[in-house]
């Protein structure tokens, strides 16, 4: 079965740095998405993705993150200066069209802020 | 706009016990609905989804859902518990597949020998 990849699996960073989340949504779907989930808390919207912009982003995603389809097959999240409060999972989430097909996760980049 | 609640952040049962994970939400208009899981370090895998066709969803590896408009419920449940079913369930809600989704705040399944 396809899959959403996502790399790495753990980014060590320092504060202030820039960071750049990597992910491959599934082939043939042409919606997609970040979400993250600070430790002990619940999973947050962040950006959704179409036809090379963004349809909607969250409170949470402001002038220090942006997205790009760099290419056919990558799409990343970079955060330009991190802060302390950046530290969580990131998930990349796609799918495949709006007729409520469910979006397809990947594992997750655990990033840690020193 | 759209909202789950999720009325137990943990649930311990025993193997081979029923199991049930209450979920309710709040929907301006017919909501899709979805439970997800997540095993210790890994993403987020569907279990089920609910978008307006049969009020009974089942889902893999044994679980079911049922839809209850009156009560604005999507409860998960599953016969039988078994010792691979430990791990964060997520009832989520959104509008349609391609928009956001909201999560609630995630229930703990603990199965215990």
């Known amino acids: 079965e396809p899959e959403v990849t996502q790399t790495p699996s753990h980014q060590v960073t320092q504060m202030g740095q820039e960071v750049i989340l990597r992910c491959v949504p599934i082939s043939n779907h042409l919606y997609f998405y970040w979400y993250r989930q600070i430790l002990g808390q619940k999973v947050e919207f962040l950006v959704s993705?179409?036809?090379?912009?963004?349809?909607?982003k969250s409170e949470i995603f402001d002038d220090q993150f942006s997205v790009e389809r760099p290419d056919g097959s990558n799409f990343t999240l970079k955060i330009r200066s991190t802060k302390l409060e950046d530290s969580a999972m990131y998930f990349c989430a796609s799918t495949n069209s709006y007729s409520n097909q469910p979006q397809h996760f990947g594992d997750g980049t655990r990033l840690s802020i020193l | 706009a759209q909202s789950v609640t999720q009325l137990d952040s943990h649930v311990s049962v025993s193997e081979g016990t029923p199991v049930l994970l209450r979920c309710n939400y709040s929907s301006s208009y017919s909501p899709s609905l979805f439970w997800y899981v997540q095993h210790p370090n890994k993403g987020l895998q569907l279990l089920l989804k609910y978008t307006s066709a049969a009020t009974l969803v089942k889902g893999i590896n044994g679980f079911e859902a049922e839809f209850k408009k009156s009560e604005t419920s999507f409860h998960l449940t599953k016969p039988s518990a078994h010792m691979s079913d430990a791990a964060e369930y997520f009832c989520?809600?959104?509008?349609?597949?391609?928009?956001?989704?909201?999560f609630g705040t995630g229930t703990r399944l603990l199965v215990s020998p």
């Open positions: 993705f179409y036809n090379n912009e963004i349809s909607e």
């Open positions: 989520v809600v959104t509008p349609t597949g391609f928009q956001k989704l909201v």
